[in-house]
């Protein structure tokens, strides 16, 4: 395993693999790495020949009063879990490497970087954009890999990279869970034990979700008040946003139908985590 600080080490490297015909699978991370990213690497490994990770906490999608400065880093731990993994190339650049002084360039994907995450987070999806696509123009990979536990995060890229015609395919992943139910994040290590427990708040407010469909429930806005509900027994979550949208586009649905996003942003204490479920052509995605 090699680890590129650089980015003509890392175009270098590529073109060397694509002159011998090799396939590229890439998963870019911010570090910190957690069983849901090493479910990418795994499905990168399976299908293509050489595998990168990138590891580059990206300061442009993060607000002012966010964790920017606090996010977990440990990239010691990180290149022991990449070695594991069998990957091939780590891409480790600095912030000067990535926006280099002068820097001026950012990319957006206009109405759905507005919506859910992006209402209370704003300019978070310029920022994943931006680094994304500058990204995938360094590493030229053929396959980049997502987790489905940002649901918008996957939308607005699989657009991007429609719109801006991008020779890179995305491929989302399922989500990973803890035994318990909590959908793995690099930021429940903020969780103390108290408020990990109340955290299981996320997926049963989805599972009552779930269930209520399951029954027939068709209205949206009874099942938001019922996962509201719920959500509000619990004295240590406090709801960013309930809401279930179209799976394409993202907008607002007063029934629920094929395609359909429920998506939950909720803070635990002074953490904020996301969460969601899918209902798609032949049932529930979780």
């Known amino acids: 395993m090699e680890i590129a600080r650089t980015i003509d080490e890392v175009k270098q490297k590529v073109s060397d693999w694509k002159k011998d015909g090799l396939k590229i699978g890439f998963v870019p991370t911010m570090g910190y790495l957690h069983e849901g990213h090493l479910s990418l690497v795994r499905e990168a490994r399976k299908r293509a020949d050489r595998v990168v990770v990138s590891i580059f906490v990206n300061p442009t999608q993060f607000g002012p009063n966010e964790d920017y400065q606090v996010y977990p880093r440990d990239f010691e731990r990180d290149q022991k879990l990449l070695l594991e993994e069998n990957v091939d190339l780590i ?18 994907v206009r109405d759905l970087q507005d919506r859910l995450c992006g209402s209370s987070r704003p300019g978070h999806f310029r920022g994943v954009c931006t680094v994304v696509l500058k990204l995938f123009n360094i590493v030229s990979a053929d396959e980049a890999y997502f987790g489905w536990k940002d649901a918008q995060q996957v939308i607005i890229l699989q657009k991007m990279v429609e719109d801006l ?22 930021r429940n290590t903020y969780l103390n034990p108290e408020e990990r427990k109340a955290a299981l708040v996320l997926r049963r407010s989805l599972d009552l979700a779930a269930e209520l469909i399951e029954k027939g429930e068709k209205k949206t806005e009874i099942i938001k008040n019922k996962m509201l509900e719920l959500i509000q027994q619990e004295p240590l979550a406090r709801v960013d946003y309930v809401e279930i949208v179209d799976l394409k586009n993202l907008e607002p649905l007063e029934q629920v139908q094929e395609n359909t996003l429920i998506a939950l942003a909720v803070y635990v204490g002074r953490t904020r985590l996301i969460d969601n479920l899918k209902i798609i052509s032949g049932g529930l995605g979780k």
């Open 91 to 108: 891409f480790y650049p600095s912030v000067e490497v990535m926006y280099p002084a002068g820097y001026k360039t950012y990319v957006e």
């Open 165 to 186: 015609n991008l020779p890179v395919k995305i491929v989302p992943l399922p989500i990973v869970r803890d035994n318990d139910g909590l959908a793995l994040s690099s």
